[in-house]
T-cell receptor
Framework: DGGITQSPKYLFRKEGQNVTLSCEQNLNHDAMYWYRQDPGQGLRLIYYSQIVNDFQKGDIAEGYSVSREKKESFPLTVTSAQKNPTAFYLC?????????????FGSGTQLSVL | AQTVTQSQPEMSVQEAETVTLSCTYDTSESDYYLFWYKQPPSRQMILVIRQEAYKQQNATENRFSVNFQKAAKSFSLKISDSQLGDAAMYFCAYRSFYTGANSKLTFGKGITLSVRP
């Protein structure tokens, strides 16, 4: 079955450490997105990519980095510059710049700081 | 910038009853899309229903329907015949019609719906 796979489900970060969250999709979607979800805050856009080898900052990109070397993969790195990384991270994808009703989400990664 | 407001953090409904979740938004645009997403305990976001602003008819998907009041900038979700599986967090979201490839979804803060058996 096609879908979006996020791993790991739970991740712990030590102070000063970079961690990478994986997002893989086999839906042949062009666009991919990373959202951060905090309690009582809703979803906020971190980064997005419309095509391979291209990505743009969202509303809260500071302290994060991404890459898009393959169409299927859009990993998110939470760097040590992100001072409050504890949150639930959701990856999403959709076929093109149209079709927002076709936006699919992964099952998320919960990141916590030790 | 567009904003989406969900002022009720929590609501509760008796099984088989009807509940309405409220959402208001602020925009200067005339054409846009509105969405309701459901996030069950599994935490995977699921699209419930969407509405195009240029359509006067309210969208309906089985037990889910919306009351779209464009002048009032209100977009409420009505769940009829509530079921235990409807218990989840519900998010209202807005997307501009005109921003093309770089358009994005703006989400509200969500509302937690509990269903009493």
């Amino acid at each position: 079955d096609g879908g979006i796979t996020q791993s790991p489900k739970y991740l712990f970060r030590k102070e000063g450490q970079n961690v990478t969250l994986s997002c893989e999709q086999n839906l042949n979607h062009d666009a991919m997105y990373w959202y951060r979800q905090d309690p009582g805050q809703g979803l906020r856009l971190i980064y997005y990519s419309q095509i391979v080898n291209d990505f743009q900052k969202g509303d809260i990109a500071e302290g994060y980095s991404v890459s898009r070397e393959k169409k299927e993969s859009f990993p998110l790195t939470v760097t040590s510059a992100q001072k409050n990384p504890t949150a639930f991270y959701l990856c999403a994808s959709k076929p093109s710049h149209r079709g927002w009703e076709k936006l699919f989400f992964g099952s998320g990664t919960q990141l916590s700081v030790l | 910038a567009q904003t989406v407001t969900q002022s009720q953090p929590e609501m509760s409904v008796q099984e088989a009853e009807t509940v309405t979740l409220s959402c208001t938004y602020d925009t200067s645009e005339s054409d846009y899309y509105l969405f309701w997403y459901k996030q069950p305990p599994s935490r995977q976001m699921i699209l419930v229903i969407r509405q195009e602003a240029y359509k006067q008819q309210n969208a309906t998907e089985n037990r889910f329907s919306v009351n779209f009041q464009k002048a009032a900038k209100s977009f409420s979700l009505k769940i009829s015949d509530s079921q235990l599986g409807d218990a989840a967090m519900y998010f209202c979201a807005y997307r501009s019609f005109y921003t093309g490839a770089n358009s994005k979804l703006t989400f509200g803060k969500g509302i937690t719906l509990s269903v009493r058996p």
